[in-house]
């Protein structure tokens, strides 16, 4: 299959420092993306975007490819996943002279990934004429409830209009579960997130952003009781 899955990896993550190598339940947690976009066997090449020698060694060792770094214009705070993708595409086509139809951003702290959610996205981008497909996870507790504070230090309703509803009666939300994007190559140049996207719904036990060390703890949990419920 002409996919490419394109691991973003930097060295210079500053919530957490060097969060994509950190030993997660006994291996760098980048390890998980890796092995996962190999387990699918979706992806004619999985390579991971990184700046960092320490990095690019370790997603070797993990059977990643890195065939170029990333340029110092992509590896700060201000860049974003898509010039990352770009850079990685163009570089591609310029130094190897390969293209792809079918691209995957993996995050590299997403060890929850679930292969059947790949297989699921690829096969909705496929099918539907969507431009991207990445999963969703619901909002805990309905943000209709949603409070926000004044300047005075006082609580208001954002949306009043909800102050008698109940929970259970109100429109289920959803945001970004951050792991994983499938796209059309021949569509980047125009995609607007999240413009003509279809997704995947993933349950909450199976989602965790981790920006912090009680996140990642919480992920090391999750991980560990999907592994006893499979």
């Known amino acids: 299959m002409n996919n490419v899955a394109i691991i973003p990896a930097r060295g210079g993550s500053k919530r957490i420092p060097r969060k994509n190598i950190l030993e997660f339940n006994g ?3 980048i390890a998980y993306s890796i092995e996962s976009a190999l387990k699918s066997t979706l992806f004619e090449e999985v390579m991971v975007s990184t700046d960092d020698f320490e990095i690019a060694e370790i997603a070797k060792k993990y059977g990643a490819k890195v065939p170029f770094f990333r340029s110092k214009l992509n590896a ?4 974003s996943t898509m010039d990352v ?7 591609y086509s310029a130094k190897l002279g390969k293209q792809f139809q079918f691209i995957c951003c ?32 619901a909002f805990s507790y309905p943000i209709w409830r ?22 259970q009666d109100l429109k289920k939300v959803y945001h970004d579960a951050g792991q994983w994007y499938w796209f059309k190559n021949e569509n ?33 949990m999750k991980y560990n009781l999907n592994i006893e419920t499979d």
């Open 146 to 167: 949603g409070l926000e504070l004044n300047d005075e230090g006082k609580i208001s309703m954002i949306w009043p209009e909800f102050i008698d509803s109940r929970s």
């Open 106 to 137: 993996i995050y590299p702290t997403a060890p929850l990934i679930k292969l059947k959610d790949l297989h699921e996205g690829y096969s909705k981008l496929i099918l539907n004429n969507f431009t991207s497909v990445f999963p969703i996870v």
């Open 76 to 79: 700060d705070d201000h860049s």
């Open 188 to 220: 980047l140049s125009i995609w607007n997130w999240p413009d003509n996207s279809g997704t995947v719904i993933l349950s909450d036990e199976n989602v965790q952003d981790i920006d912090t060390i009680s996140d990642w703890k919480l992920a090391e």
């Open 85 to 91: 993708i770009n850079e990685v595409l163009s570089d």
């Open 27 to 29: 291996k760098p947690i």
